[in-house]
């Protein structure tokens, strides 16, 4: 399996990146967040649209990178499944694992 960037279908400074069948998403944490985040309460009907999340201003959607050297921005580390995006300092994980926080997937290119 190999890193590869897959590109939006309408944008493509908008990417996703896959690690082989799995995409990776960058773990954001769960600062700032409250019970039951990020669980909808089963005894009320659609509260997820109301839900305050608290989103950082300062939560990071772009990767600064060259898509045709992803290996040269995302290393691997001693952890399987884990990568890390060198220049910003971002973990990426297989969505699976850190969908109980805040995460991006899509990411913006920043050229």
């Not at 399996?1 to 309408?10: H, I």
């Not at 769960?30 to 005894?43: H, K, L, N, R, T």
């Not at 659609?46 to 992803?70: C, F, M, W």
């Amino acid at each position: 399996m190999t890193l590869q960037v897959a590109e939006a279908n309408d944008n493509p400074d908008v990417f996703a990146i896959t690690y082989g069948p799995l995409v990776l998403a960058g773990a954001m944490g769960m600062e700032g967040m409250q019970s039951p985040a990020p669980f909808s309460d089963p005894e009320l009907h659609n509260d997820y649209y109301t839900y305050d999340y608290r989103v950082p201003a300062t939560l990071k959607t772009g990767l600064k990178i060259d898509k045709k050297r992803l290996s040269d921005y995302i290393q691997t580390t001693d952890k399987p499944l884990v990568f890390q995006a060198i220049n910003e300092q971002i973990r990426l994980e297989p969505i699976h694992r850190i969908h109980h926080q805040r995460y991006v997937v899509y990411w913006n290119l920043i050229k």
